[in-house]
Structure formats: C-alpha cells, structure tokens
C-alpha cells in the first residue's frame, strides 16, 4: 500500500469514528427557517366554527358487550368549518366527544394561519398533547386527537375547494370506486336466527357483496350457529368478516375461530379483550386459521405502528374520523403498505373513502345500511357519494364532496363556537 493510499484509509477511519458518535439532531438546523408560513398576505384562517350533533337511537344495537352509542344510545358528530380569507370554507366532521374544546381555546390555534399548511397545523395540535397548555386549560389527551379530526379533514376540504378537486384526486387517486361492506347481526333484544338471517339477506337484496356481524356475545358454539345461518342463507359469494368487539381471552379466541373458519371468513376483528391485546393478538395469530383485523382503538401511527410490529394483523383499521385526522391514516397506509397489511377503517365512509381511493393498499369501506343505527348517514348530508351494488363511487366535487343538510344541522345541532 502506498503512502497516499494509507493516509486515505486513515482518514475514513477518523471520519468514519466522529460520526458514529454523532447523536442524531433534535430539530432541524438552527438556521431552517420555522414551520408555517411567514409572509404577509397568505391565505388565512380567519375563523372557527363549531356544531355539535346528537341524536337518541331509537334501540340499543348490542356489540358483544356494550351497545353501540352508549347504554343511553346516541349518535354524535363534532362538523367543524374553517372560514378563510380566500373567502373558500372547509367542512370537516369527526366523533362527537371533544366539541368543548374549541370553546376552551382550541380553535385559536388555528386563528390566523395558513390553512394551506396542514402539516405544521397537525403538529401544533398535536404538541399540546405534550405541554402544559393541556393541564391549563383542562384538555384530556383523548380529546385533543378528538378535536384534530374534525380540523383536519375540514383543511383537506378547502384544499380540495381551492385546487377545484376532490380529495381522493388531490392525495393523487389510485381509484374512484370503494368496495364497501355493511355492518349489521347485532344483538338486540328477542332477535333470533331467523331475524338474523332475514337481516341478513336484506343486505344481500340490498346489493352489498361483504357483511360483518357481531359475535363474541353468545356463547362460541351458539355464535358458530349464527354465523352458519347466515352462510348458508347467503351462498359463498358473499364475503363474511366477524368483529368480535374485544371480548375473547385468548383460549376461547383460538378455540372459537377454528370452529368458525370453515364458514370462509375474511376476517377476525378485535378478538382480545382490552388489557392485552396487542402481545396476546401475536400469540393468536399463531394458532388462528382466519386473518386477523385490529386497531379502531389505536390513538396515533405510534400505537398502531406497535400493533402492526406483532405481526399479528392483516388489515390495520385505524379511525381517522375517530381521532387525529385524514393525515396520520395517510401516514399508517404508508407503513401499512411496507408491511403488506391493507387499510380497513373503521367507520365514517365520507371522510375513509377518499383515503381508500387514495392508496393501493386499500381493502374495503365500511358503511351501514340501518337508519335506526347509523341516522347521521342518512339524514346529515343534502349531497354524498352513493353506495350502489357494494361500491362507493367518488364524483368530482371539490373536498370531500359533502353538502351538510341545514334542516338536519337545525334538528340536531348545538352551535359550541
Ligand atoms: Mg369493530
């Protein structure tokens, strides 16, 4: 080896040596300009309106062990509309439980910025989850991811309106129609197999292709009966999936879905009861001949991204409707997409359909075709994209494609901001 070449071997090592050592930065560069924008006469947010809705169910619709709304059933929605100094207004709707914020100062994060710059506004929400704002002002953690998801869909809806195109189109579409599934079997009161069956062939006449029903309720060999019913009623070409609403130990989960997967199933949902689901779902998924669906209840891309590493689940349901917004499931979908897991979501077709049109890891929508169990689905909207023969089609309407019915938002709606 000459000289120069041993000098040039030496110098790597000292190089090679200081930067191994180096500590990755805790921010960008001290000189990076800061996020959001800094110039005068941008776009603004110029003001926050909220609505509350609530509407009492006619009945409980019973999961395995609590009824959906609530034992005192009801169906809630936060809309919340981001006027802007474009003179162009998003509309964005998330869960019910966390309208209060906006009063106690949520809102005026927003106040003022440019609505076109929803990652820096994703971030400044979602940093009060870490600072002591959150104590002073009495927020729960729960309630900010809440109130993210109302804003950030009503951000993307103003882009869209801006650039004149529909969200899925904006995100860059992979597709303009959404296999949907209905949910329905509940339990309810008096409801035997043959209203079972009967529920469930109406859904077949109705024209959707995928079913989910509730199981975990009953006794395993009784829910084995109901859901062979239901097959037989429907032929094999008929997708079935099973959510059984978190109410299993992991004996009865491996015992109860090698009886149940001979009825084809496309998937177990949330089989395992609420203090160990995650690392009990990576034993389960061991020993369970059905794929396997999880995370409704996942809080951020952190908890879901635990949830993805077991190597349990084959479809990731994240609720962005639920919590934190259109962003973070695009973000998951991204990690979902390395991990060969489809995207699910659970709920809200208005907001998860355009994220579904949006990626090609995207498996299929849910919807509701009961009035009595989901009413806001089919009283809050003057214009939707339609369910037809299973498939939701995606127009080109600006934003999410939704006009919000005044009579609905008078009948149900408490103005909170
Ligand atoms: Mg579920």
Redesign the pocket.
């Known amino acids: 080896m000459d000289n120069l070449s041993r000098r040039s071997l030496v110098g790597a090592a000292v190089l090679g040596a200081s930067l191994a050592n180096r500590k990755a930065p805790a921010s960008p560069p001290a000189w990076a300009p800061g996020p959001g924008s800094a110039e005068a006469g941008k776009c603004r947010i110029t003001g926050v309106e909220v609505t509350h809705l609530s509407k009492p169910l006619k009945e409980r619709f019973w999961m395995s062990l609590t009824p959906i709304g609530g034992y005192q059933p009801t169906a809630s929605r936060t809309i919340v509309r981001i006027r802007t100094s474009a003179g162009i207004t998003g509309e964005g709707e998330g869960g019910g439980g966390a309208a209060a914020l906006f009063r106690s100062g949520f809102a005026e994060l927003l106040i003022g910025e440019d609505p076109f710059m929803v990652e820096h506004l994703w971030q400044k929400m979602f940093r009060t989850t870490v600072s002591r704002l959150k104590a002073e002002r009495g927020w729960s953690t729960a309630n900010i991811l809440a109130a993210m998801a109302p804003v950030d869909a009503a951000l993307w809806d103003f882009i869209g309106k801006s650039a004149r195109l529909p969200v899925y189109k904006l995100f860059g579409a992979y597709k303009d129609r959404v296999p949907c599934y209905v949910t329905g079997g509940y339990y309810r009161e008096g409801k035997g197999l043959r209203d079972l069956v009967t529920e469930c062939e109406g859904y077949v006449k109705q024209g959707f292709r995928a079913i989910k029903l509730k199981v975990g309720g009953a006794p395993v060999e009784e829910d084995v009966e109901r859901v062979r019913a239901v097959r037989q009623a429907v032929g094999p070409n008929i997708d079935l999936m099973l959510?059984v609403?978190q109410a299993w130990d992991l004996h009865t989960a491996i015992r109860a879905s090698h009886q149940m997967a001979p009825l084809a199933i496309t998937w177990l949902?949330?089989p395992l009861r609420w203090y160990d689901d995650v690392s009990f779902l990576a034993r389960l998924k061991k020993d369970c001949p059905i794929p396997l669906a999880s995370g409704?209840h996942e809080e951020t891309r952190y908890g879901a991204r635990r949830l993805m590493e077991t190597g349990a689940i084959d479809f990731l349901q994240f609720d962005c409707h639920a919590r934190t917004g259109m962003s973070e499931w695009r973000r998951l979908a991204g990690m979902a997409s390395a991990l060969d897991i489809w995207m699910a979501p659970?709920h809200e077709p208005v907001v998860h359909g355009h994220l579904l049109a949006s990626i090609p890891n995207g498996y299929i929508l849910e919807s509701f075709a009961n009035p009595d169990r989901d009413p806001f689905w089919f009283e809050l909207y003057s214009r939707r994209p339609e369910i037809k023969d299973s498939v939701l089609v995606l127009g080109d309407e600006p934003g999410l494609g939704v006009e919000l019915d005044a009579a609905a938002l008078k009948k149900y709606g408490t103005k909170v901001l």
């Open positions: 959510d609403n949902e949330e409704e659970h």
